[in-house]
């Protein structure tokens, strides 16, 4: 099994008049056991972003270990645009029956913070099933620029007062997001300049028309590879496999300061505890595979997985957190 599309027919059994009344009721009474086992059809996971991205790429290496376990194809779907919200609605009014889950991230806890005209609430309108892991964001520079460390950098932004600036892939997203976590926790000032997609934002890093951005490891490490880029700093408590020369905030003089992109598993509200608990277990199952782990730490990916009720409480904390972050700095959507 694995992930691909298909038109998938149910055969239909025949009731035989011949057969013996014992041997026809035992057949009677086994078909609804076997028409209720879930799943009987392939399942989808929407992914409310572009192919290729980090939320894809963790998709499509959970997608074909998942099929293996279900027994059904698991196909992937991409539904992006208006910040992850098209996909997210879609997942939000499909049939509550467990064929559809959501592969979601930080935007199911920025989103309605940001845009108060959004259709759905996270929290009511889907349910957690399981929560893959994170990946902490990188702070980054030019590779010319005269920063070489994360102290040097903010005592610049100390010292410039307000002139310094960064890149983000939005208004709104988890770089632009961090930044300003950044600007609180360490005291600086510097101006935002949101762009239409990570990819521009960093060719102005490049170029050298930004002062430094807030990115996840996918587009960090193959840059820092290539020479493009310097990563100053990891926002997390450990360092990661992708840039294991790149020091965590905590090393280089920024205690206690984490920003992370995430993932996790939701359906829509009113699926069946059954088939919740089907999908859980088989995503924790798939998450402890050690290939599947080797995998998702190509990607810059910390594997943390979460039972549904922890994720709840997960999504609910990074819900107050980002609130106040957004809060406080007067963030909005386009």
């Not at 645009?81 to 592969?103: C, F, K, S, W």
């Not at 594997?303 to 999504?315: E, H, S």
């Amino acid at each position: 099994m694995g992930i691909h599309s298909i038109n998938h027919g149910r055969g239909h059994w025949r009731a035989i008049l011949a057969l013996a009344g014992a041997a026809f009721g035992a057949w009677a009474g086994s078909a609804p056991a076997r028409a209720q086992t879930f799943p009987a059809h392939p399942v989808r996971i929407v992914v409310p972003f572009a192919a290729g991205g980090a939320v894809d790429s963790v998709a499509r290496i959970i997608g074909d270990p998942l099929a293996a376990r279900l027994g059904q194809p698991v196909i992937v779907e991409n539904k992006p645009g208006n910040h992850a919200n098209i996909g997210t609605h879609e997942v939000v009014r499909a049939q509550p029956d467990g064929y559809t889950m959501l592969l979601g991230a930080n935007g199911l806890a920025t989103n309605p913070w940001l845009d108060k005209n959004l259709p759905f609430d996270p929290l009511k309108d889907l349910m957690p099933v399981a929560r893959v892991g994170y990946a902490p964001l990188v702070l980054v520079v030019d590779a010319e620029s005269p920063y070489r460390t994360l102290k040097q950098l903010l005592q610049a932004a100390h010292d410039r007062q307000g002139k310094m600036n960064y890149g983000s892939s939005g208004v709104g997203g988890s770089g632009h997001l961090a930044v300003e976590m950044l600007k609180r926790t360490a005291g600086i000032q510097a101006m935002h300049i949101g762009y239409k997609g990570g990819v521009p934002a960093l060719t102005d890093l490049i170029g050298g028309r930004l002062d430094f951005m807030m990115v996840n490891p996918l587009e960090a490490a193959p840059r820092v590879a290539a020479g493009n880029i310097r990563a100053l700093a990891v926002a997390s408590k450990q360092r990661i496999a992708t840039l294991p020369d790149v020091p965590t905030f905590d090393e280089a003089g920024v205690p206690g300061f984490e920003a992370t992109v995430w993932w996790g598993f939701l359906v829509p509200a009113r699926t069946p505890a059954a088939a919740i608990d089907t999908l859980s277990r088989n995503l924790l199952a798939v998450l402890k595979d050690q290939k599947v782990q080797q995998r998702l730490a190509g990607v810059g990916a910390i594997v943390d997985p979460q039972p549904p009720a922890g994720f709840g409480k997960f999504l609910e904390t990074e819900t107050r957190r980002w609130g106040e972050v957004i809060k406080s700095a007067g963030i909005t959507s386009n």
